[in-house]
C-alpha cells in the first residue's frame, strides 16, 4: 500500500499521541432485497449517492458489504435440503465433529478459502425460505471489483472495501465479524520493530486491522436489521490508492495452527498413535485393531 500524509484537520489523520483520536461508522437502510445476477456494485452505489451531505462517500473511506449480499449477487445459493452435502463439498479438512441429539452433526471445517469456520461458512440466515447461501468463490476478487467500480462512480483515489463474514473464536463465547475479503485496505499492520509507549520494544504484535474494521462496522449494521452495508471513516492512514494484498493475507495456514484439530480429536489421534508406538517398542509386532 502506498503511504499517504493526510491534510491537518482531514477525517483520515494521524493523532499524535495526547491528542484525540476518532472514528466514526454508520450503516445506510434500504438497500433491499439482492438477487442472483444483480449488480451489486449499482446497488451499493445508489445505496451510498444517497446519503446526507456529511455522510457522502470521501477519500479514505472504508465501505463494508457482508458475504451475504455478494454470494447473493453471485448466485451462491442452494436449496437448504442440500445444506449437509454443501458443508462436505465446501470442506478441505475437518477439524472437530460433535454429535447433536435431533440435528445433524456440528462440523467445524477449514474450507476451501482456508477459514476454519463451523459448517464451512455455508449459513442458512438472512436468505430467503429454503436456501442456503455459500461464500462467495474469491472474496479478495468481489471486494476488488467494488471498489474499482465505486472508485469511478464517485471520483475517489483512496477507497477501502472489505467483505465480512461472522465466525466464533478460541476460547471466547459469542460471534464476531471478520474480513473475508479486502481491498485498498491494509489488512494487518506489523508493528514488530517498532516500540510502545514506555520504549519497549515491540516482538509479536501484528494488528489484524480489516478485522477490527469488519468487527466495528457489523455495531451498525446489527445481525438482523436490513443493513448489510456500511462506511468506516477515520482510518484513511490505512488507506492506499493501490488493491493490497487482500484479507487472504489473514489466513493462518494449517501448518502453523497449534491447534489445528478439536480437543476430542486430537486425544483420540494421540492415544491411538502412542499406544500403537509403544506397543511396537515393547513387543516388535504391530497392534492388531480394535485388540
Known sequence: MSDHDAAPGAPDEVAPPGRSARLTAWAPGGLGEVRPGDDLAALVGDLLAAAAPGDALAEGDVVVVTSKVVSKAEGRVVAAADREQAITDETVRVVATRERPGQPPLRIVENRLGLVMAAAGVDASNTPEGTVLLLPLDPDASARALRAALRERFGLARLGVVVTDTAGRAWRDGLVDIAIGAAGVV?????????????????????????????????????????????????????????????????????????????AEAYDRGYRDGFAEGFREGSGNEPVPGG
Open 187 to 263: 489488512a494487518a499492520e506489523d508493528l514488530r520493530g517498532g516500540v510502545d509507549a514506555h520504549g519497549r520494544p515491540l516482538t509479536v504484535t501484528v494488528t489484524a486491522v480489516a478485522d477490527e474494521v469488519a468487527s466495528a462496522s457489523e455495531l451498525v449494521r446489527g445481525k438482523a436489521a436490513g443493513r448489510p452495508v456500511a462506511v468506516v471513516r477515520g482510518l484513511g492512514r490505512y488507506v492506499g490508492d493501490d488493491d493490497g494484498p487482500g484479507a487472504r493475507a489473514l489466513v493462518r495456514t494449517s501448518v502453523d495452527d497449534l491447534f489445528r484439530e478439536g480437543s
